[in-house]
């Protein structure tokens, strides 16, 4: 994977990490919350987890792994 490619999926995953912040922010700045809020909480931080690992992933050089296997 060219570097190119990979600066352009970091790009797209802090674009996907500042909306699932503000989501975040939105969901605790209420103090009562329906099952289907607590549960799309619950996959949004999820989400960040998966974020997370990608960008381990990436550093570790296992990237280009992961691209190959998603484009497939």
């Known amino acids: 994977m060219d570097q190119a490619a990979i600066l352009k999926r970091i790009t797209e995953l ?10 975040n922010l939105a969901y605790d700045a209420y103090y009562t919350h329906t099952v289907k809020e607590k549960n799309l909480n619950v996959a949004r931080m999820l989400r960040l987890q998966e974020i997370k690992r ?3 992933d990436m550093k570790t050089g296992k990237f280009q792994e992961a691209n190959k296997s998603r484009n497939m």
């Open 54 to 56: 990608e960008l381990d």
């Open 14 to 23: 802090r674009d996907e990490i500042e909306l699932v912040v503000r989501e």
